[in-house]
């Protein structure tokens, strides 16, 4: 834990160490997801129950790993826009009160532009 400075850090990212005292073991290792971070702490995926203590210091650098990302085809989003991703076509604001959500809009919008 560092008092000093807040991180960045997100439940999901993967960090890389360098100079850590004790547990030197994460000095040479792969990255290593995080989980349960707040503004100045964040916890390993990792048992650590086998490395050596942790005695202080040391630089932690966030590392991007690659994600699989899978998409339906343009054909499959404009018919069925909803179904295409996790939260529908676009990301969604909530806007319920006009009636329709803004990625419904866009979609429609998208296709009016289509035809003209």
Not at 25 to 31: F, I, V
Not at 41 to 61: I, M, P, S
Not at 64 to 82: M, T
């Amino acid at each position: 834990m560092h008092e000093d400075k807040r991180h960045s850090f997100q439940d999901g990212d993967h960090v890389k160490f360098t100079e850590v005292e004790g547990m030197t073991e994460l000095n040479s290792g792969e990255p290593i997801e995080i989980c349960d971070t707040t503004a100045f702490t964040f916890k390993l995926k990792l048992d650590t129950r086998e490395l050596g203590a942790y005695t202080g210091q040391g630089l932690v650098e966030d590392i991007k790993v690659p994600k699989k990302v899978s998409f339906h085809s343009l054909e499959e989003s404009s018919q069925d826009p909803a179904a295409s991703t996790a939260f529908g076509f676009l990301e969604p604001v909530n806007m319920s009160h006009f009636g329709m959500q803004r990625s419904e809009k866009l979609h429609l919008a998208i296709l009016a532009i289509w035809d003209f």
